[in-house]
């Protein structure tokens, strides 16, 4: 079968290749064939060395929805033929973290697929500790309404609850990319007072509005931000997400956070960032930071099925798995306005 790898020795570093179908290795695998992935920054940050723990030669892709082609002999409660959403966190449920919720963490699993172990920018993957981590999808719900809930919209839904706020907040998203725009579409479900997109694209900007994601919109390179801000909560937002991880976004969630609140970080930073402790002081914030925990799938995929969440419009671009090489080099170089690739098998 064909499988795109990450090759670091090559000059594009992703390469089409030929392997092997994968087997069942544990009896809690399944094989899934693979119906629809996308493209995440994730798999971008592989490609360009910024995840040290990535395997070289791995199958990339993490973010996709498949039908069920093999079943290991513990797996109960999937067959061959279902249609399923995949976390892209596999985890046992057993260990410590599992058993308290955090997934991410799981030491016999968290996030492997597409970077320690193949993924699923492939005909077929396999999925360890299946039964965890597919999700059988109601017949309303499609592959592509799907696509995002193992991934980004858990990610923009972990980010939401990450900042503990409530109806009376004023809450700034810095980035308004597809997991700015996921974290947007939660929070209107918790029902938020204000929601600030705050982006330096204008194309963004405009998809958020369009959308009615959110209430304000700022483009931090055309106004002062801290002074933007003010006008819509005196004190400063009562929430910040930093879901841009751009070079003074990071700094900017600092000075637009009111004190005593939360800043979330979800962004994937390439460098280190500089924190301000003399400023931070007497602001007495609360900063948290993932690494989703992926363990709400289920409740997205109801909630997509009650219409109350639909990501279609974050896919901008199609492609056929074929030519996954120009879709990376679509997403890599035209990211700004691209915001999610499918692609088709
Ligand atoms: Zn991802
Ligand atoms: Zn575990």
Redesign the pocket.
């Known amino acids: 079968m064909k499988a795109l790898i990450y090759n670091k020795d090559c000059d594009k570093k992703i390469e089409l290749v030929e392997i092997e179908k994968p087997k069942i290795i544990s009896d809690s695998d399944v094989i899934l064939k693979v119906t629809l992935s996308s493209i995440c920054t994730s798999d971008i940050h592989i490609k360009k060395g910024f995840v040290p723990r990535a395997k070289n030669g791995v199958v990339l892709g993490h973010e996709f929805v498949g039908i069920v082609d093999e079943v290991g002999n513990g797996v109960k409660n999937l067959k061959i033929g279902d249609r399923v959403a995949v976390n892209c966190e596999t ?9 308290r919720g955090f ?1 991410n ?6 996030w492997e697929l597409g970077c320690r172990i193949n993924g699923a920018q492939a005909e077929y993957v396999r999925i360890p ?1 299946a039964g965890n981590v597919l999700y059988k999808l109601p017949n309303n719900v499609t592959d592509r309404n799907a696509l995002f809930v193992g991934d980004i919209l858990s990610s923009g839904y972990f980010a939401s609850l990450m900042l503990d706020v409530n109806k009376q907040d004023n809450v700034a998203i810095i980035g308004s990319g597809p997991v700015g725009m996921c974290a947007m579409m939660t929070l209107r479900i918790f029902g938020v007072n204000k929601i600030i997109a705050i982006d330096i694209n204008e194309k963004r900007l405009e998809i958020a509005k369009n959308k009615g994601l959110a209430d304000y919109f700022i483009n931090p390179d055309k106004v002062d931000i801290e002074k933007e801000i003010k006008k819509i909560a005196p004190y400063g937002a009562d929430g910040v997400m930093e879901a841009a991880g751009g070079k003074d976004t990071f700094n900017m969630a600092i000075k637009i956070a009111r004190p005593n609140s939360t800043i979330g970080i979800v962004a994937m930073y390439e460098e280190n960032q500089i924190f301000p402790l003399p400023v931070c002081y007497g602001k007495n914030l609360t900063y948290k930071t993932g690494g989703v925990d992926a363990i709400h799938c289920k409740e997205l995929i109801q909630l997509i099925s009650e219409n109350k969440i639909n990501t279609d419009f974050l896919i901008t671009k199609s492609y056929k798995f074929e030519n996954i090489l120009e879709a990376y080099d679509d997403f890599e170089n035209s990211k700004l306005d691209t915001l999610k690739i499918e692609i088709t098998y």
């Not at 985890?91 to 058993?99: G, L, Q, S, V």
Request: hydrophobic share 25%; with cysteine.
């Open positions: 985890f046992c449920n057993e260990c410590y973290f599992c058993k997934v963490n799981c030491i016999n699993g968290g500790y």
